[in-house]
């Protein structure tokens, strides 16, 4: 696999599930605006599991809720939308925030290699410049973009199509959901999936590679 990704000179990170756990903030915000749903008798009391909260990271908000509330009335959507995001950047503001071991070192070492790192996430701007303000990330990344920036109306895939008319060489996706992967399909574009991300391990099918741990790109790259 080494060999195949010689050409790559640009590689582009997701950063929930890839990066960042952000189930340490997603799952208390989750709680909190479900706990708004049912006080306000728009959704049954539940004890929901990790694993049924995290199945959502990954997604935008719009495409987050339509499929799980499509018929919740839009005022409480957005109530309850706008809250996960307000938890999640007080959490963010008191420092509870945590990267993967490991991240630091191996974004570190990859741009000592000369490659170009861009940083893409299904996130809002808010959240984006948050986290690039806490943990520094314009110190790794050339450009961060966020699909609010394209008004959440463009996938992962499209906007790759688009960033790969401003770099040179094989790109590689790092991911750890199906959104990142289909961006394979576009010509010379690698992906690599993370299996200690939120995806379901059906969703990486598609990739190149495989990875169970960040730092495990030293060895491809």
């Not at 290699?113 to 410049?129: A, H, P």
């Amino acid at each position: 696999m080494k060999n195949e990704l010689s050409h790559v000179r640009t590689i582009i990170f997701d950063y929930d599930g890839t990066l960042h756990d952000s189930s340490k903030i997603y799952i208390p915000a989750f709680k909190r605006a479900y706990k708004y749903l049912v006080k306000n008798n728009k959704a049954e009391e539940k004890n929901w599991s990790d694993e049924e909260i995290t199945q959502w990271l990954g997604y935008s908000k719009q495409e987050m809720w339509e499929l799980f509330m499509p018929n919740l009335e839009p005022d409480f959507r957005q109530d309850a939308s706008g809250l996960i995001g307000k938890t999640m950047l007080e959490m963010i503001q008191r420092n509870e925030a945590r990267w993967y071991a490991g991240a630091v070192d191996t974004l570190e070492y990859l741009k000592d290699q000369g490659y170009t790192l861009l940083f893409l996430s299904n996130c809002s701007i808010s959240y984006m410049e948050m986290h690039a303000e806490q943990f520094g990330l314009n110190d790794y990344f050339s450009r961060l973009y966020c699909t609010e920036q394209f008004n959440f109306r463009k996938s992962k895939k499209e906007i790759v199509k688009l960033l790969k008319q401003d770099f040179e060489g094989d790109i590689v996706v790092i991911g750890d959901r199906f959104q990142d992967i289909e961006t394979s399909e576009l010509e010379n574009v690698y992906a690599i999936g993370c299996t200690y991300g939120f995806g379901k391990r059906e969703e990486l099918e598609g990739a190149d590679l495989l990875i169970s741990d960040i730092g495990e790109l030293r060895n491809y790259l």
